[in-house]
């Protein structure tokens, strides 16, 4: 049901209280505040089974994708992740949906008076993302919930989603970012992003670059978790592009699951998968005498949406959402637009973060891209748009590049050039458009399109 204007109204006003807190992209290395406020609230992490998400690129799908799992087998699920697309409800998910603005005021209104209590206690206050971590706790409790999947917000370690101990880590693929607060060095990244495995846990391991593997094996030695290795307990044994995703055949921790309709693009979310399935394996405990109902699998993956990962909002042009803000993420979007489409001319509309490694994104754009239009979101962090013009302009060459100062017009340029050689008939063979650069980038293009929130 569709919130009204009012609930709309407090939700916004309990957006703007919390918008005076030291935003996520601030942190203060400490799970002390996070865990004063559980205990003045009663631990309610402490009442569900959890399983946590970390890494660097796709955490979010995973997190659905896991949720999704759970839910079709018989449980009630709740989700956090973030940061969102469009409306901040989408961060706080119980039965596979976000709460309702009513609802995230309800969980704000009843956490207050603790964060109150706890800001008076401490030299630092809570940040945004402590209070809305101190929410979905609440909100899960209440609902109750019967499992949480939770998303890390920024490292892991010290994260506050890290104050629940999860019995079941997952740690997707790790490569540089957020330098300013993890680092340059990607082993001292992965030793922060692996502190969410906890003593007795089982960590479901994506593949790795040698050095972060042996960064994670030493946190699972150190705690004496229980370990699943892509590539060794799970991983994507076989993968055919198809008719809007790809068919895949995954190892489990349980045995094969053949013929998995997965409605998404690429080659990572392949891998995203193969460790969802191992992730919820492990929380039923499945094994190689033991596997879940592969009807139920094949269900729940085919039934998965990841809103801003390569979403496609138009045909016609066709046109792509992608929330890719790194190297890493936008090397895996370069890769499924070269495998799986086959577009005569692909336009890239991109704004960025100015505290983001832009050049490397646009280098591992270059090869799939004819045009680049670059732009501003309305974000604060968003980088100058000469400041991005002037590096898209030394990797795409002036001829190539448009650079538009609002992303409605941006976007309508590049759906103009890209209409220059659609087919009618053959939508993916023409032109192709996508909106990629940051998570707020896709979010806005998301509303422009007309996508409710998801």
Not at 27 to 56: C, F, H, K, M, N
Not at 84 to 112: C, F, K, M, N, W
Not at 319 to 334: K, Y
């Amino acid at each position: 049901m569709a919130a009204d204007a009012e609930e709309i109204a407090q939700l916004q006003a309990v957006e703007a209280e919390l918008d005076k807190r030291q935003p996520e992209t601030v942190i203060e290395p400490s799970l002390v505040r996070i865990a004063a406020l559980v205990d003045l609230l009663g631990s309610p992490q402490a009442t569900y089974p959890v399983l946590g998400i970390s890494g660097t690129n796709g955490k979010t799908s995973t997190a659905r994708m896991l949720d999704a799992l759970l839910t079709r087998i018989g449980l009630r699920v709740g989700r956090y992740t973030s940061p969102h697309l469009q409306r901040v409800t989408e961060r706080i998910s119980i039965d596979s949906g976000p709460i309702s603005p009513a609802s995230y005021v309800d969980a704000y209104t009843e956490i207050a008076p603790y964060v109150s209590l706890v800001d008076d206690g401490a030299d630092v206050a809570m940040s945004k993302f402590e209070v809305l971590t101190g929410m979905a706790f609440a909100a899960f409790a209440d609902a109750p919930v019967e499992a949480a999947v939770l998303e890390v917000g920024l490292g892991g370690r010290w994260d506050a989603t890290n104050i629940a101990d999860a019995q079941v880590a997952l740690v997707g693929p790790v490569s540089v970012d957020h330098i300013e607060h993890l680092g340059s060095d990607v082993a001292t990244i992965a030793s922060e992003k692996a502190g969410i495995i906890k003593p007795g846990s089982v960590a479901v391991l994506a593949e790795q670059q040698p050095e972060v593997a042996r960064a994670i094996a030493e946190r699972c030695l150190e705690v004496d978790a229980t370990v699943a290795r892509e590539g060794m307990e799970f991983g994507v044994l076989d993968r055919d592009i198809a008719v809007g995703g790809q068919q895949l055949r995954l190892q489990g921790l349980g045995g094969v699951y053949e013929d998995v309709f997965l409605p998404l693009h690429g080659s990572h979310q392949a891998r995203n998968a193969a460790a969802a399935l191992a992730g919820a394996e492990a929380f039923f405990g499945a094994g190689p005498d033991h596997r879940l109902d592969v009807e139920a699998v094949r269900e729940a993956f085919a039934g998965v949406t990841a809103p801003g990962r390569l979403e496609r909002v138009r045909t016609a042009p066709s046109v792509f959402l992608d929330a890719a803000h790194n190297p890493h993420g936008a090397r895996a979007l370069a890769t499924a637009l070269r495998e799986e489409f086959t577009f005569r001319r692909v336009v890239v509309v991109l704004s960025a973060m100015r505290d983001k490694d832009v050049r490397g994104i646009l280098a591992e754009l270059e090869p799939v891209a004819d045009e680049i239009v670059v732009t501003r979101n309305s974000s604060l962090r968003a980088m100058d748009l000469d400041e991005l013009a002037g590096h898209a302009r030394q990797i795409f060459g002036e001829e190539r590049l448009r650079a538009e100062p609002r992303l409605d017009d941006a976007v309508e340029v590049a759906v103009a050039a890209a209409e220059e050689v659609a087919t009618g008939d053959e939508p993916m063979s023409g032109g192709g458009v996508l909106i990629t650069g940051s998570v707020v980038t896709a979010g806005e293009a998301r509303t422009l399109f007309g996508r409710d929130p998801a």
